[in-house]
């Protein structure tokens, strides 16, 4: 993540009106393997890891690294969002000396989509990068095909910078900046 000297991690629980944005914990395991494992959330991130594999090399306290927040509902996690180092390898750009900076990331539970959870655990990880590291941009990269990451990425205010083909398909590249966010 950009600038991660610039604050400690994990940051402290932050509450939503429903949700808990957290570190991970031992007890989140079988929803990281679930997650993984799942045809449906892995549909458009080069599908499915076999679940017999996750079972083996997930570790007992999966997910623990900078950037990486689980989604809890109910004292359950639903799913994790992430802000990470965008690979400047990669297509997409946010700085014009060639860094990737950083990348907004999701993933949840089939059941718990279509209930605004993904809206509102973006927007609360969002804000707090805003204070973190105020003025910093963040980028989000989605295939064209992902009608509903394409819709929460709009509904999150991020706006396309570019579109290119990569893994395969046509992906789309957006950036969310706080000062655009604040005004909009």
């Avoid at 045809?39 to 890891?49: F, K, Q, T």
């Avoid at 076999?50 to 809890?72: A, M, Y």
């Avoid at 990737?100 to 609360?124: D, H, I, N, V």
């Amino acid at each position: 993540m950009t600038g991660s000297a610039a604050f400690s991690w994990p940051p402290a629980p932050i509450g939503t009106a429903r949700l808990v944005l957290r570190a991970s914990e031992a007890r989140d395991r079988a929803a990281f393997v679930e997650l993984f494992a799942s045809p449906e959330v892995r549909a458009y991130l080069g599908g499915a890891h076999p679940r017999d594999e996750l079972e083996r090399v997930v570790p007992e306290v999966p997910g623990r690294r900078p950037g990486l927040f689980v989604v809890e509902l109910d004292n359950a996690m639903i799913g994790t969002v992430t802000l990470e180092e965008r690979d400047a390898e990669r297509p997409g750009r946010l700085r014009p000396d060639g860094g990737g900076g950083t990348e907004l990331g999701y993933m949840f539970l089939p059941e718990a989509w279509g209930s605004g959870y993904a809206a509102e655990a973006c927007s609360a990880a969002l804000d707090w990068f805003a204070d973190a590291l105020p003025g910093e941009p963040v980028a989000l990269c989605t295939q064209v095909a992902n009608a509903p990451s394409m819709r929460l990425a709009l509904k999150l205010g991020f706006t396309e910078v570019t579109r290119f083909e990569e893994f395969g398909a046509e992906q789309w590249f957006g950036v969310w900046s706080p000062v655009a966010a604040d005004q909009g």
